[in-house]
């Protein structure tokens, strides 16, 4: 049974820092992409981060690109989002996300993404 469980958010001042981790369990997911999506209230969910778990490869949304980096560490099957800088508009509920996809394979939209946590709220106050 798979399962991607976050943890680390938080309420934290704007210009604040937090780090944000995904465990996952329940299968090898050297072949998959793991993404980070936020849902902010009354908005649709948004693409925030991607890895692909071997290589490492990343890429981030314009909005977060230069102040939070997604990485992976393979002995603790853990991603991480590690945000800096943050901003009030960086509010919301962080998802993880595990697709089994090719980099190629859209990873940008949600709908490749097979597997889900249940997801972290960070509230960022100005």
């Known amino acids: 049974q798979v399962q991607l469980a976050e943890s680390g958010g938080g309420l934290v001042q704007a210009g604040g820092s937090l780090r944000l981790s995904c465990a996952a369990s329940?299968?090898?997911?050297?072949?998959?992409?793991m993404g980070w999506f936020r849902q902010a209230q009354g908005k649709e969910r948004e693409f925030v981060a991607a890895?692909?778990?071997?290589?490492?490869?990343?890429y981030y949304a314009d909005s977060v690109r230069g102040r939070f980096t997604i990485s992976r560490d393979n002995a603790k099957n853990t991603v991480y989002l590690q945000m800096n800088s943050l901003k009030p508009e960086d509010t919301a509920v962080y998802y993880c996300?595990?697709?089994?996809?090719?980099?190629?394979?859209?990873?940008?939209?949600?709908?490749?993404?097979?597997?889900w946590g249940q997801g972290t709220q960070v509230t960022v106050s100005s």
């Open positions: 996300a595990a697709a089994l996809i090719t980099w190629a394979g859209g990873f940008m939209s949600d709908k490749p993404y097979n597997y």
């Open positions: 329940g299968r090898t997911f050297a072949n998959y992409v």
């Open positions: 890895l692909r778990w071997s290589g490492g490869r990343t």
